[in-house]
């Protein structure tokens, strides 16, 4: 604040300000207001200790995006309704596109997952099926019997081959949490069966889908190399734990379960931009996709009265406009106090997603380089709006937009 009545002493406003950090791009930048007019950002913008351009760099290509999905467990709560998965799955809804399920222990429940595996896969989504444990004939107390590594695998493929589709398989889930109800394994015993029945499963292995995405258990996994070459990608959840970035370990990393406070509605809004900052830090740690626990909970993206809640508009400034296939691209992730950045493209579009965690409205100047914009539709969810559109003109691949308090905005490049 004394730095800000400083300045204004001196006459020099926010906007001169921004202009000097961003003077290496020699570009002018201004301020958009939510209905498309220029605006004096010196009135009513927040005081941030940091205010620099976000600069977006399209030539400067990081993971490829897989997608953004959630859970279905018809056996423990019930199947989704035909209206839910649209909401779901649709991009006129949440736009999720990858759906992950369980793969039951007995084959008489394998049909109660093909409705929505289905439903998911028409509108375009990857199924992912995670095995909590194998039939109790095959296991000695919470570990699986080496002796029914055969058996565990056919039982496997019986699933995929019945639910039909299934894009990846894993075998384990959390097996390093031993204070859980469900199969335990060590990573060099999930490694060896990967690579000794990893290719009689179905459907290819995501592995090892360690409780906090823990490194060194997966380091260990694919410290076996047939075991590595017969994994697709890398999967694990990250409760516990902050997203991080993994290093070089040759594979996609899949963040493939989460959610943020199973005691708090997904309407409360300050729950909801925590989701917002957790996707962000999913993809700032260069992870290729982030799927949430159940679609449809009171504290998830889909309520019991099948509403989309605030975390599922929050979602939805990733899943509809950031599809499979897109690029992330360098973009400051933290350019200013209380405001993250992540950027996209395929071919010649680009998507900036910015969320501004700061009580007031922040002013955000962005500098794109590699491919030119001249506009962009704009998508704001706030505590009393969802997805509210409009759009706005550019020049010279540089511009600056008022972001509202508390809030999450999908810019997309026309």
């Known amino acids: 604040m004394k730095a800000t009545l400083f300045l204004r002493s001196l006459g ?13 791009t020699k570009q002018h930048s201004e301020d958009i207001s939510l209905n498309g007019q220029k605006a004096n950002k010196a009135e009513g913008t927040a005081d941030v200790g940091i205010l620099a351009t976000a600069t977006v760099d399209a030539n400067t290509v990081q993971q490829t995006i897989q997608g953004f999905g959630g859970m279905s467990v018809p056996i423990w709560i019930g199947d989704l309704t035909a209206d839910q998965r649209t909401k779901a799955f649709s991009t006129s809804g949440i736009g999720m596109s990858i759906l992950r399920v369980m793969v039951p222990t007995s084959s008489s429940q394998f049909a109660a997952e093909k409705a929505t595996i ?20 095959m296991m000695d107390g919470s570990y699986l019997r080496a002796s029914a590594w055969g058996d565990y695998a056919a039982h496997l493929r019986a699933y995929t081959q019945a639910v039909g589709g299934v894009y990846a398989l894993s075998p384990w889930n ?23 029945q990893g290719d009689n499963c179905g459907a290819p292995i995501m592995c090892p889908e360690p409780f906090n995405m823990d490194q060194t258990f997966i380091n260990t996994y694919l410290s076996n190399a047939t075991a590595k070459s017969k994994t697709l990608f890398v999967s694990g959840h990250i409760y516990g734990k902050t997203p991080y970035n993994l290093g070089s370990i040759g594979k996609s990393v899949w963040m493939t379960e989460h959610y943020t406070n199973s005691s708090i509605s997904g309407n409360d809004w300050p729950n909801a931009m925590n989701a917002a900052k957790e996707i962000h ?40 406009y950031v599809r499979p296939g897109y690029t992330k691209i360098a973009c400051s992730a933290n350019p200013s106090t209380g405001v993250y950045t992540t950027a996209y493209k395929s ?48 020049s010279n691949n540089a511009f600056g937009i008022n972001l509202p308090a508390s809030s999450i905005t999908t810019l997309v490049s026309n």
């Open 174 to 196: 959390e097996p390093n949490y031993l204070a859980s109800e469900w199969m335990h394994g060590t990573a060099t015993e999930i490694a060896n069966f990967v690579a000794a």
């Open 12 to 24: 020099i406003s926010f906007l001169s300000l921004s202009l000097v950090v961003s003077s290496c």
């Open 281 to 320: 830090d999913c993809m700032t740690a260069g992870w290729a996709a982030y799927v949430w626990w159940y679609i449809r909970r009171f504290y998830g993206p889909i309520d019991e009265n099948s509403n989309i809640t605030k975390v599922g508009y929050v979602m939805a400034h990733f899943a509809r």
């Open 347 to 394: 071919g010649s579009k680009i998507v900036i997603v910015a969320i501004n965690t700061n009580t007031a409205v922040t002013y955000q100047s962005f500098s794109i380089i590699g491919v030119t914009v001249n506009s962009f539709n704009r998508y704001v969810t706030t505590s009393s709006s969802n997805l509210a559109a409009s759009n706005f003109s550019i």
């Open 118 to 137: 289905d439903a998911a896969k028409g509108y375009g989504a990857k199924v992912i099926a995670t095995a909590w444990n194998a039939p109790s004939s």
